[in-house]
């Protein structure tokens, strides 16, 4: 049951060391761009 528990640990930190990886190194830049959209304002 040792084992079984140690081995999830493991399995658990090398995950998110994985996650931690990708979030630094890949490309997750958003696409920019301008948008107009016009506004009416109804001031009564």
């Known amino acids: 049951m040792g084992r079984l528990i140690k081995a999830v640990l493991v399995l ?4 998110f060391a994985a996650l931690v990886a990708y979030a630094y190194l890949a490309e997750m830049t958003p696409v920019t761009g301008q948008v107009t959209v016009p506004v009416t304002l109804n001031a009564d």
Do not use: K, P, S
């Open 12 to 15: 658990a930190i090398l995950g």
